[in-house]
C-alpha cells in the first residue's frame, strides 16, 4: 500500500497530484460529455486533465533534481533526503499548472492550485503543515481564482470551489478530516448547479468544471487517508446527468453573461461561464468566434491595462498568474486584436486559438456544418523555437512548440494530432526525453482512428533530415522507413552554455562554459563558443558527412554562422553548409551532419 503522507507536506502535495490526473483521467470522457455551456465542443475534462498532468510533471521534477542533487553530494549529512520541502512542491505544482493550463476550466484550476501555494509557500518552517494550514489554502485557492474571472458566475466551478472553502473551516481535525469536509461541500454544491444555471437544468447535467473539481478534491482525501470517497459518486459513477426537479433555477443565468467560471457543465471547450449577456437565451451561433489563450510574460501594471482591453473586446475573460509570468484565456471575434493586447502588454508565446464555428479536429462540425475533410497524411513535430516552428509549418507540418524548461505533455501532442486532422501521421519529438510522453500520445491517437507512426528524433535538426524526405504521396510505411533512415544517418550535436559546475564525460564543467554536446554527451568544454563549435563539427566530420545544418538561437553570436560555414567549407571538400534562425530555442546553437 503507498505511504499516506500524515502532514501536508511535499509529498502529500506528490501524491495528491498523482492520484487527481488517475482521477481525471478514469473521468475525463464523463465531464467532456456534460460540457455544453456555453460553448458545446465537450472537452473540460480533458482540459482539466491536462492541466493537472503539467503541475504534476512538474512536481515529479523538483523531487528528481533533489534526489540528484543528494546523490551527487555523497548522501553527506548535510545534503538532506533528497526531498524537496513543502513550499518547493508547492509552488511547482502552482507553475506546471499555470504553463499547462487549457481551456477556461483549466486556467481557472491553475489559479485554485496557485491559491493554494500562495498559502503553502508562505512559511518555509513549515506552519501551514496541519489541517489549519488546509483549511487556509482552501480558502486562498477559492478567492483567487474567484478575483480572476472578470465576471464571475454561480453555479459555476467557482461555486463548487468557495462550498469547499466553507466545509473546511468548519472541520475540526486532521488533515484527513478537512479534505473529506471539503470533498463533501463540494459535492453538495455541485449537485445544486442545476439549479443557478438554467442551461445546466435544460440540458439535465452538472456543471463540468465542478464536476471536475470534485474529482481532485476526492483525491485530496485519499491523499490523507489512503481511502477514495466511493459513497454516493465520487469518481466514476455517473450521477452527473441529474433530474432537476426541485426548486426553480436561481441565481444568475438569465442576466448574469458569458463570464467564465469555468466549467457550466455544459459547454465551453473547456466548461466555461457566461459572461456579461443572456447566456440561457443565446443562440447557438451569437457568441464570440474564437478562444485565445496563450502564456503571457508581463509586470503586474500591464496586466491590469490587458483585463481592461480585453474585456472590451470578447468575455470569458479569466487572466491568472503572478511573479512576471501570466495566463491568459478569452473570447473573442477579433483573435488578432486579443494577442496584439498581449504583445504591448509584455510577450506572449504559446498562442493558442481556436474557432468555435470550425470546431477542433476531435468535434464535429458547428452550426450546422459538415465535419471538415480529413488529410491523408501528416507531419507533427515538436520544436524548440520560433524559427524552427516556422520553417516546419513551411514544409506542411504541424507544430508543437517547446520552450527549455516547459516540455509539452502528451495531451498537447494528441492534440496537434488532432488538429493535423488526417488519416495518417507521422510523430517527430525531437528530442530523446519526449520518446515516452511521444508513445504515450501516439497510442491515444490510435484509439481515435488514427494511424501513427512515431519517429524517435532526438534533436530538431534529425526532424529536418526526415522531413526533407517526407512524400505524402508514397505509400505510408515507405515514407515513414524514409524518413526514419534520413533521421537516423543525422548525427546531432548542439553548443550551451553550462548553468552550473557539473561532472562530464570531458572532465568539470563551471558555470559560464562553453559545452559542445555530441548525441547528448558533452564532448568539449570550452571559453569561447565559434571554438567549441568548430571543435564539436571536426568530431562529428571524423567519421564522414555530406551535409552540415547549423540552427542559431537568438543568443548565438551575429558573426558565427559565417565563421562556420567558412571553416567547413576551407578545411571538407564537398560538404554543404545550410543555415537556419531557431529563435529563443534554449541551446545557442543546434548542429546536425549528414
Sequence with gaps: MPQVPQTLDAL????????????LGRAREEIDAINVYPVADGDTGTNLYLTVESATAAVEAVFAGHATVTAADGGRADAGDGSPTLADAARAMAHGALIGARGNSGTILAQLLRGMALVLAADERGAHTDAEGLRLALRQAADSARDAVAHPVEGTVLTVAAAAARAAEGAEGDCGTVARAAYEGARTALVATPRQLAVLARAGVVDAGGRGLVAVLAALVETFTGESPRTGWALGETHTRVAVAAG?????????GRAPGDGAGAGTPDGDEAGPGCADDRPDDGGPAFEVIYLLDAEDAAVTRLRERLDRLGDSLVVVGGDGLWNVHVHVDDAGAAVEAGVEAGRPHRIRITHFGLGDAHTAGAAGLPPRERA??????????EGLAGLYAEAGATTVLARPGEPPASGELVDAVRRAHAREVVLLPNDADLRHTAAAAAEQARTEGVRVALIPTRSAVQGIAALAVHEPERRFDEDVVAMTSAAGATRYAEVAVAE???????????????????????????????????????????????????????????????????????????????????????????????
Excluded at 502529500?12 to 482521477?23: D, H, I, S
Excluded at 491523408?376 to 523555437?385: H, I, K, L, S, T
Design 376 to 385: 491523408q497524411r501528416a507531419v507533427v513535430a515538436v520544436v524548440p523555437g
Design 12 to 23: 502529500a502535495v506528490r501524491t495528491w497530484c498523482g492520484l487527481a490526473l488517475e482521477a
Design 248 to 256: 426553480p433555477v436561481t441565481g444568475t443565468t438569465a442576466g448574469a
Design 500 to 594: 552550473r559546475q557539473s561532472w562530464t564525460m570531458a572532465g568539470i564543467c563551471q558555470a559560464g562554459d562553453v559545452l559542445g554536446l555530441i548525441e547528448g554527451d558533452v564532448a568539449v568544454i570550452g571559453a569561447d563558443v565559434a571554438a567549441t563549435a568548430e571543435a564539436v563539427i571536426d568530431r562529428m566530420l571524423a567519421a564522414g558527412g555530406e551535409m552540415v545544418t547549423l540552427v542559431l538561437g537568438d543568443e548565438a553570436p551575429g558573426e558565427i554562422a559565417g565563421r562556420l560555414e567558412s571553416r567547413v567549407r576551407e578545411t571538407y571538400l564537398a560538404v554543404d553548409t545550410v543555415v537556419y534562425r531557431g529563435g529563443r530555442q534554449g541551446a545557442l546553437l543546434l548542429i546536425g551532419v549528414e
